[in-house]
């Protein structure tokens, strides 16, 4: 019992000593955490949309690009009515004709052939190697 008392105690001084130290760092690691989930998220949305889009239009395809005049990584979802670009998703001001002009059309994909993410994230777990806790081999 001696022992639990000097633990509480170490752990009630090591709190007092750097405990708002602690504070201040998740203070400031909460703006970025909460700007990379906000893209990511953006990031989702846009493909979903464009999933959504292209299944209501006669040949409905979907094409992955990358806008030139942004010069950023982040993803463009081109949406195609039989060979003809539509639509942008995440509308951008680039005209449709310059986000495919150097693009591979042939890696178009139809909506039923886009998994969802709910279905990549079911499938996660199979893909993971399943070994027990505590047990090790050889």
């Known amino acids: 019992m001696p022992d639990r008392g000097k633990a509480v105690g170490r752990i009630v001084k090591w709190g007092v000593k750097y405990g708002p ?29 464009a999933v959504e889009h292209a299944a209501t239009v006669r040949e409905g395809t979907v094409l992955k690009a990358f806008d030139p005049r942004q010069g950023s990584d982040e993803p463009v979802w081109v949406v195609f009515s039989g060979e003809e670009p539509i639509a942008a998703h995440p ?27 709910s279905a990549w994230v079911r499938q996660l777990p199979r893909q993971l190697p399943r070994q027990r806790p505590g047990r090790r081999k050889g």
């Open 91 to 117: 509308a951008t001001t680039t005209p449709l004709a310059d986000l495919v002009a150097r693009s591979d059309l042939s890696m178009r994909k139809r909506p039923h052939e886009m998994p969802s993410t």
């Open 21 to 49: 130290h602690v504070v201040v760092l998740a203070q400031q690691a909460k703006d970025p955490a909460m700007a990379a989930a906000k893209k990511t998220m953006d990031r989702q949305r846009a493909r979903r949309l």
